[in-house]
């Protein structure tokens, strides 16, 4: 029997990266997936990739940042799947600039899709989660909500609220057996960190001509040489916090960055 048969997830930003690979591992495991995404073409891409499985894939077209948006979104991936069992928070963007010529606006916007995006689609999740068995969500915090990540201050800023905002979902929601974890991905290579995406919304980093480069001196990883991890790495962690395996841990964070923040 497979970790995930019978389970319902629901995963956004599932049309590139880490969520697409989060998709591709839980479904192999067996679960049944509403894959969400505010690109079809990427959603189209997954569903592609799903081989197999893609008879146990609903495409889900979803603006984290919109509150309609999810509202409905979450609703119909609930419906499609019968209800849901886990969440998997893996929509956000990165962008980064000089600070001080950073306008509120770029500033509202990340924290928007990245901070109030998780919030809005936990906010809707919880009433079919309530219903779900060994109910959980999976947000995605960042080695950046810990440590200096020159030129992301908007992104590290809306990191440390999910994992802040974990911790206190934790304690709140421990006696409907809802829990709550995070990872915190690092020296990752994905769409949002090279800039390869399906989606603009998604595309990243984007440092500035000027960026100086010593400032990111220790933020090499450690396992590999220097060589980024595939999404894979993010993926595998993800698929057992969600999965009735860690039934112990709730209000957690969990760094994947392969030592480069020892």
Do not use: C
């Not at 886990?86 to 916007?109: D, K, M, P, Q």
């Amino acid at each position: 029997m497979n970790r995930y048969d019978e389970r319902r997830v629901l995963v956004t930003g599932a049309g590139s990266g880490i969520g697409q690979a989060t998709v591709l591992r839980i479904l192999a495991e067996g679960a049944s997936v509403a894959a969400a995404d505010i690109s079809a073409a990427g959603l189209a891409d997954t569903v592609a990739k799903a081989g197999p499985h893609a008879d146990r894939v609903t495409a889900v077209l979803m603006d984290v940042g919109d509150e309609q948006s999810v509202i409905e979104g979450v609703a119909q991936a609930a419906a499609a799947l019968g209800g849901l069992d886990a969440v998997v928070n893996a929509a956000g963007i990165l962008r980064s600039s000089h600070t001080a010529t950073t306008s509120a606006a770029e500033f509202e916007h990340v924290l928007r899709v990245n901070l109030v995006g998780t919030f809005l689609v936990i906010r809707e999740a919880i009433a079919p989660l309530r219903g779900g068995d060994a109910p959980a969500v999976v947000s995605f915090s960042s080695t950046s909500a810990q440590f200096g990540h020159p030129y992301m201050a908007a992104y590290a800023a809306s990191k440390g609220g999910i994992q802040s905002m974990t911790h206190a979902l934790a304690a709140e929601f421990a006696g409907d057996g809802i829990r709550f974890t995070s990872v915190q991905p690092g020296s990752i290579a994905s769409g949002m960190t090279t800039g390869e995406t399906t989606s603009e919304a998604n595309a990243g980093p984007g440092l500035p001509d000027d960026a100086d480069y010593r400032l990111f001196a220790k933020m090499s990883p450690a396992l590999s040489k220097g060589a980024f991890a595939g999404p894979d790495a993010v993926a595998a962690v993800v698929a057992m916090l969600a999965s009735k395996d860690a039934y112990f841990v709730t209000g957690a964070e969990v760094r994947v960055d392969g030592g480069a923040h020892l």
